[in-house]
């Protein structure tokens, strides 16, 4: 198993990620992460119709996914992990496993938000969600496009707060 991107973006799979993040990639398998998604059928519907035919997909809750990935539970692929919110991003790291680098994608603006980087905007309590994962040691990068230049997403966030 080969982790070869991990992504908070709250649209979770779209055109983007369908189209230029899996094919850059050479993703074999999706793994959402999200306790909501996880638990409502039609929102599992959406993902999967949104899904490219070519790769496979893995809808799980924050613990089972962490469960799994211990388990190195998909040998051979290459595993490209999506997530809606950096919480979620926060409770995998609480529930005991590390991603080394995490991308930032979109999070749209909300009452309370500041833009960060293009279409990123995040609360307060969000940043403080990034600084928690900054300081174990995670690296937080910015792409929208895998086309687009690789910025280091933590400044961006001091500047911006």
Not at 26 to 41: E, F, G, K, P, Y
Not at 80 to 85: A, H, I, K, L, W
Not at 88 to 116: C, Q
């Amino acid at each position: 198993m080969e982790i070869v991107n991990v992504r908070i973006d709250e649209r979770m799979i779209h055109g983007q990620v369908a189209a230029f993040w899996t094919n850059s990639l050479n993703a074999t398998r999706i793994l959402v992460i999200d306790d909501q998604a996880a638990s409502d059928d039609i929102q599992k519907m959406a993902l999967r119709m949104a899904c490219p035919s070519t790769v496979k997909l893995s809808i799980l809750s924050a613990e089972k996914a962490v469960q799994r990935l211990q388990q190195q539970a998909y040998p051979n692929e290459r595993l490209f992990v999506v997530m809606r919110g950096v919480a979620t991003a926060k409770k995998v790291l609480d529930l005991g496993y590390t991603f080394p680098v995490i991308n930032v994608g979109n999070i749209s603006n909300k009452l309370g938000s500041v833009r960060v980087v293009g279409t990123t905007s995040v609360t307060p309590e969000e940043a403080q969600q990034f600084r928690e994962l900054a300081g174990k040691g995670i690296r937080i990068t910015a792409q929208m496009v895998p086309s687009d230049e690789l910025k280091e997403f933590m400044p961006l966030l001091e500047r911006a707060f």
